[in-house]
């Protein structure tokens, strides 16, 4: 049985989200049962397209699924408002998990633009919406390989930049280990870091962040 | 020579500091010397203190230095606001990185007061102190070991939560690693992470999150 | 052939018991009828369901098979008596590790409850269960990810606890090894550590201590 | 300044005991001092012969020392009782890190004799001794380089036995990863595992054990 | 185009073989025919069971193929003289890897038995065969996991003990680096170490230290 | 004895250089004598200060030493003409190893600037040389850290980038792995690596690419 | 939506390529449709054969494809001219990334040959080859397993060698990082390293470096 | 206290060495005199030259020290005799190891020659010796870097190859793993291999081996 920490929101900021991956379509029909019985807004993570087709139609019908972001919202959606968050991702591939972000701020009320294929090879692409970018509150940069786009935007933005490293890339940037070590030791002061491919905690924080304001 | 980048303040919202490890006492003095020519504060991380006390009189008497945090003050300390930024160290030995965070607020004028030896293991000592803990608006955590610290604390409180792994520690903690990884792998959202003992970057990404309130 | 360690039990105190992985069915068909033949009892673990629907009619009516802890019997169960072991698992995806342990320690009579989804991110939940959790003689505590549930746990009770890290995770949590550092540096001593996923040898080792008894 | 957690023992039944790695001589003479204020037995670890010689009179006097595993007791010693726990070490370099555990014990009141030398090399010495072995309620087990010690022990005798890899050796065997990856990929079921060099986890699991008897 | 190197043997006293891992089925008809046409003989390995399959049936007449070791033997079979090579497997799983062996020496006319199920958790196993393993004039181990067999045999036996590490385990032992390192750490001088599941690599250096004889 | 291979240049394109690290001051004194007996100059790579003082005077004489670089040439300079080769340094900690790169240069006769203080976090300092960059011929880039200066660099110049990774840094970037994964992850195609701190190596694979002229 | 760098050519030398995988079918064929619209011609890599058939009629027949390099041409070929460059492939499985690189080469003109088979256990058939080898202006080396490959070739001719390490091989040699390593730490000098398999990489280093020319 | 195996070598061919490593001069004090009351030879490895000028002029006095490969004999040296063994050493660095190979071997009666500063860079230097090296009849390779030697060597040499990776290097060649992972993944079969730096290992095999003569 999965035991939901429904108060977790009032504790820490954040509401409860549901991993997901490794879990059976029937344990999944039955936590978004439960959430729609009492009446709260649910959001589900890594959900692979496979497992929401296996989901039965009432659940799948409760659902507002997005199949890049492998995102659902059981409860409804919400009217967002800008309030400042910006996603910048280096590469086509680095989109996934920058729209995993986008869809768990959105989730909350917040817009969030994903700002795609800024890639430092490409610089001036990146420098050409610096005014762009240096409006944004707070930044969530998403890249793969060698994840030299969280050093250049750091050093382009006053914002806080939270690093997305991403799983995408081959030979030493396989996994994502590459990119992970790029944003931690990025020389840009200021540079905040979480799981590789993690979208969904960059957001967090970001909506963590957004309550100082 | 070295190159400042007197402008970043500007551009970034954080101004330069300069890590002192890897100069040498010459070159030191020559960006000391700079700096107050220019009437520039300047902050100093990673000067040891035997490089410190090889300093010449001059750049030594114009440094407010600490021995524990390894930082220097050039240009005059500032008045100390308490701006809601809590530091919470699990041990002892943790308290060098917890006071670098501190001493790099402190120059931009926030009072950060660190909360040591809450570790996991006795944790009835952190429980106790949630009242405290609470009521901050940004929280550095401290840890070395196995890094427990970082999803406990933010399993307790609503504010963000910047990690800061450390390299105390033996045998498969040696280094940090395991620590590093326990907070980005953290199953509590929102926690954003920082290199192994880099206090000094926790504190900046901190000072770029207080510009949003 | 597989020559089995039938006298095992005397000299070490553990029954053998085979793991089915990289087995062929008619290999472990050949050992549980040879067990059967002999009239002794047997544990197979890692036995997957494929697997187990791959086995021929008799072989499978001959075990008592869980699907889940992919663990089998072949010669019957015991009467369980509760001794006083038990099983702490954070998440949902931690079960499977958890149910290995269990029946394992089923398999020699011993009743031990597995008490899920009580991960440190919702600290409360765990520590709603204080009184349950002191007065286990042995617990066996399962987490992945960043496996902090074993320093609280070993925080909380007096009792020996052995700590199974699991696979469950991705990006630096990914195959085990955040959690199994986690484990092997815990700041709480008295925790001791078998490899990633393996609920058996937990089990094993539980049982080893309850001879202390 | 140090907080220490002093009913720790009632909590969880071990006494605190201070890593001295990392401490000042000051930092150590305060907690010293206070152990011995309060009445408090205290054990101290990694107290390397020069931080011990650079302690003031008073408290290095109030110590019971042994350099070689780099313990101290404060507060007395209490009278050993041979409670059924034995020490088995590979190889002489392995020696310090089991009698961190034995002194571990004894400041418990527990004696657990040290059998030294008996490599797998060597394995008849290991095996005349067998009779010697078998008779032990529990085994710590104490080796570096290639770990082979931890099979063959658990091989042989009924008892749990803890694994306590070193850091001795060279080449892939440096720093005693080698010997902790075959401690916890043992194909000997019932063997648990602490941190490389780690005695003195390894004797408070054996003093949780022991309080099942 | 394949590059066949016919004159190795003669150079360097080992026929040349076909690694068939990564080769089409039209590249290995290719180099069987012209071996066949040549009039000499060939070994092949890594020939998995679906790639043999795969082969015309020309091809597959022409070869000798044993599915376990994933071997095969075009231009005949030789007759086999017991040349004093042993080979030693822990656990089942090994087999694979030391029927590579078997098969790498029956196909240069060396007979070569493999004793399995010896692992070092069931000692006495391994040591009631002593008497036949100290007349071998080499010994290939073989054994994945902890690696322990390396040692314990290599502590019994006057020969040469080849070392081959298997990837059979999971957690650390996942891929075959903890018995790899097992091995290259023994603290049984005397031991050389191949590549993981190289079997084929152990049984031609079993071949050139046949010659010396 | 130390074996010179004095022919290298007229097969390989690339003159002997000597490590000097490893080597006694007795078998420099020898290399360097015989070099000047042969008429024939010479270049010595990682000779420390320390190691040079401890020379004999004679083959001090003998030496045009460079501390910082820890480059020696015996046999005197030749002038030396701006063959397009510019060397790029991302930190005052990497100067050393643009240094060396530098030397081996002017060693073959060819004048190479070193741009230094030019990290990404300052990127308005590195574009506003990007006049200067584009005119080089050949560009060698040495960075530590996050290793962000290789992508950008490669994006802003059409000339060959050879990356120099360094292993200025600490925490996960410490021993320069970071910036190593960082360079051949690179999504600026067209960047070429060497080993960690190898300026001596990015100099003579540009002497090579000079040959093509 | 996919942004093209239609100017990356003019900027850094290298036409802009796409990199297949990862991609959708029909996200390629709107990259290609773009190209052929603005009359560019365009180079796609890690094109897999299944991706490539599920392409729509008219984009596979505006492609030129190659299989085993998995790469396609759109807007036609160029003649091609004999420039000096040279591939050498150490084995069969390491022909695919020595054809990309071909291929890469093919696409801006230069034709390529690839001398495939010459690894260094069969010395001889490199040396034999060795005046073709010297009078290359530039070559390429492509090799997985222990990359011997990469020493030998450099030690043989004057041209800079580029090296590929491919990630054939198994155990210590699975996925590259052996070969990457052995080219990186090569004690050949001149010689500079791609990414595992990046055929295409070494090619646009190639490209650049014949500008020199 | 030291518990030594005086029977080794009957059992196992090898007589007891002893790894001064980690050892006090008292310890190996009496040691010695052990061995010399006993009247058994005995041989030290890895006696460090402070540690033995820390030894008592008795002890001294007894031994045959050699401080490069930082070997001693107790108990005198017997006739050498040419049994074929031969010693390939790359570069000046791996000297010591070779010696320590070669010590060990003439502590067993066997002239063994080191041939030195034949690395592939300079491959003429290697090929010219060809016929010196194709008469030994086991050959102990030593290399650090990228250890293509080995995969060179055992190209030329009919001879079984047992391979010493070094850990001499710097950047990924750091600690030895380098050349290492390229002895174990060498495309040339028949090469064995021993732990970094374990010159004593290799000979000890090398004795075995002669055995079979």
Same mark, same amino acid.
């Given at each position: 049985?999965?035991?939901?920490?429904?108060?977790?929101?009032?504790?820490?900021?954040?509401?409860?989200?549901?991993?997901?991956?490794?879990?059976?379509?029937?344990?999944?029909?039955?936590?978004?049962?439960?959430?729609?019985?009492?009446?709260?807004?649910?959001?589900?993570?890594?959900?692979?397209?496979?497992?929401?087709?296996?989901?039965?139609?009432?659940?799948?019908?409760?659902?507002?699924?997005?199949?890049?972001?492998?995102?659902?919202?059981?409860?409804?959606?919400?009217?967002?408002?800008?309030?400042?968050?910006?996603?910048?991702?280096?590469?086509?591939?680095? !989109? /996934?998990?920058?729209?995993? *972000?986008?869809?768990?701020?959105?989730?909350?009320?917040?817009? &969030? =633009? #994903? $700002? @795609?294929?800024?890639?430092?090879?490409?610089?001036?692409?990146?420098?050409?919406?610096?005014?762009?970018?240096?409006?944004?509150?707070?930044?969530?940069? !998403? /890249?793969?390989?060698?994840? *030299?786009?969280?050093?250049?935007?750091?050093?382009?933005?006053? &914002? =806080? #930049? $939270? @690093?997305?490293?991403?799983?995408?890339?081959?030979?030493?940037?396989?996994?994502?280990?590459?990119?992970?070590?790029?944003?931690?030791?990025?020389?840009?002061?200021?540079?905040?870091?979480?799981?590789?491919?993690?979208?969904?905690?960059?957001?967090?924080? &970001?909506?963590?962040?957004?309550?100082?304001?």
């Amino acid at each position: 049985m999965v035991v939901m920490d429904w108060d977790r929101e009032q504790r820490t900021g954040v509401a409860e989200a549901v991993l997901a991956a490794n879990k059976s379509p029937a344990q999944l029909e039955t936590i978004v049962g439960a959430a729609i019985d009492k009446g709260r807004r649910l959001l589900l993570t890594r959900l692979d397209a496979e497992v929401f087709s296996a989901l039965d139609v009432k659940t799948r019908a409760a659902l507002d699924y997005d199949a890049i972001s492998r995102t659902a919202f059981a409860g409804g959606i919400v009217p967002l408002k800008a309030t400042g968050v910006g996603i910048v991702a280096a590469g086509t591939s680095d !989109v /996934a998990a920058a729209l995993e *972000a986008s869809r768990t701020l959105a989730f909350a009320g917040h817009e &969030a =633009p #994903v $700002i @795609a294929d800024v890639g430092v090879a490409g610089l001036w692409r990146l420098i050409e919406r610096r005014d762009e970018l240096v409006r944004f509150r707070i930044v969530i940069a !998403v /890249a793969g390989m060698e994840g *030299a786009l969280f050093s250049v935007v750091a050093g382009l933005v006053p &914002a =806080p #930049v $939270i @690093a997305v490293p991403t799983s995408v890339g081959y030979g030493v940037a396989e996994g994502g280990a590459a990119a992970l070590h790029a944003a931690l030791a990025s020389c840009a002061p200021g540079v905040t870091v979480v799981n590789i491919d993690n979208g969904f905690g960059a957001a967090t924080a &970001a909506l963590k962040m957004l309550r100082l304001a």
